[in-house]
Every structure is written in C-alpha cells, then in structure tokens.
T-cell receptor, first 111, second 113 residues
Framework: GENVEQHPSTLSVQEGDSAVIKCTYSDSASNYFPWYKQELGKGPQLIIDIRSNVGEKKDQRIAVTLNKTAKHFSLHITETQPEDSAVYFCAAITGGFKTIFGAGTRLFVKA | KAGVTQTPRYLIKTRGQQVTLSCSPISGHRSVSWYQQTPGQGLQFLFEYFSETQRNKGNFPGRFSGRQFSNSRSEMNVSTLELGDSALYLC????????????FGPGTRLLVL
C-alpha cells in the first residue's frame, strides 16, 4: 500500500549544528512533498514543500532535497536554534490525491 | 485572514456515544480534509471534501462520516464511539486540491472513556 517512511524517530542536536531528516515514499505517482512542524498543543504548520519537477528548494535555514528515482526526500535545518525543537512530519501526496504522512521526528535542540 | 478554526477544542465522551466536530476553513478555501492523530498510528487521512462532496476517503470504518456545507464549513461525525477513537482530530483547508498548501487547525482532542 501507500506509505511514507521517516527516519530518525528522535534526533538530538546541539544548538548551531545541522539536523537532517529523511523520508522514503512508495507511490511513484506522488508529485508534491510538504514538510510540517508541530509544536505542543498546535496543529502541524507547513515549513517548506517541494514539487517533483524540482530537485532542491531552500528557505533561509531550511532546505529540502528530492530524489525521484530513489523515491527519497530529505529536510535539512542548518544553524539549529532551541525554537526549532518540535515534531517534524514529512508527507507525500499520492497519485490518488491522498496525503500520506511519515511517523514524525522529534527534534531536540540543546542550548 | 483568520486561520482554520475547530470546535470544540476538547471533548470527553463515553463508549457508544456519538460526537460531531466542526471545522471552519480559511476564507476562500474550498477543500477541507480531516485527519486523526494518535501516538500509535500517527497522522492518518480520514476524508476530504470539496464543494459539498466527498472527494477522497481514507481507510476508516463507516462510523466515521463527514459533510461540507455551502460555505465550505465542514463537520465530521463519529458514531458508536470506541476507546480507540481517542485522538486529536485535525482539520486542514486548502484553496482547491490537497497538493496546494494545506493549513491546519489546532485540532479537537477527543477522549473516549
């Protein structure tokens, strides 16, 4: 079936270091890949997204890369700050227009 | 623009009861999707509504249903509640298709006793 695998489930970094979260999707017809940040008590918030015709996208300290051949995409956060601590979800929109989420990565940024 | 709003924010029900949750999308957004979030299963897609029609559906039993009104507001209903229905129910809206940016509400936390 359609699924998205996300790793790692927990990530702890020192403030100022980089963090990388990786996802793999199964539906080769997927063409839109958003990333969400969820803080305690809140709904997920879109932080960056990428479409299948682009290999990389960057927005300040956040970047996403996509490898369609390998069905793999990654989130990169540079110069991490304590306020980056949250749960991050990757997602893929399938060819059937369903949003399939990864299991989430809990990021801890230690000051 | 006001964000996605969901009511109520918290709800406690007992097994066998039914519950209705409400979602008001961002003004101008016509697509509303519902998700269930639990620690064990993560974020799972329930269904999506567009122009008062269910356009897509996830793999949930028929006890879970929804509808959308002409003003794009949406409700979801869960009948014959089970303990396993305890979860955070999230609503998200987008202008048209889910491939466009989805904006999530804060969710309704449902506890079934």
């Amino acid at each position: 079936g359609e699924n998205v695998e996300q790793h790692p489930s927990t990530l702890s970094v020192q403030e100022g270091d980089s963090a990388v979260i990786k996802c793999t999707y199964s539906d080769s017809a997927s063409n839109y890949f958003p990333w969400y940040k969820q803080e305690l008590g809140k709904g997920p918030q879109l932080i960056i997204d990428i479409r299948s015709n682009v290999g990389e996208k960057k927005d300040q300290r956040i970047a996403v890369t996509l490898n369609k051949t390998a069905k793999h995409f990654s989130l990169h956060i540079t110069e991490t700050q304590p306020e980056d601590s949250a749960v991050y979800f990757c997602a893929a929109i399938t060819g059937g227009f369903k949003t399939i989420f990864g299991a989430g990565t809990r990021l801890f940024v230690k000051a | 623009k006001a964000g996605v709003t969901q009511t109520p924010r918290y709800l406690i029900k007992t097994r066998g009861q039914q519950v209705t949750l409400s979602c008001s999308p961002i003004s101008g957004h016509r697509s509303v999707s519902w998700y269930q979030q639990t620690p064990g299963q993560g974020l799972q897609f329930l269904f999506e509504y567009f122009s008062e029609t269910q356009r897509n559906k996830g793999n949930f039993p028929g006890r879970f249903s929804g509808r959308q009104f002409s003003n794009s507001r949406s409700e979801m209903n869960v009948s014959t509640l089970e303990l396993g229905d305890s979860a955070l129910y999230l609503c998200a809206s987008s202008p048209d298709r889910p491939q466009e940016t989805q904006y999530f509400g804060p969710g309704t936390r449902l506890l079934v006793l």
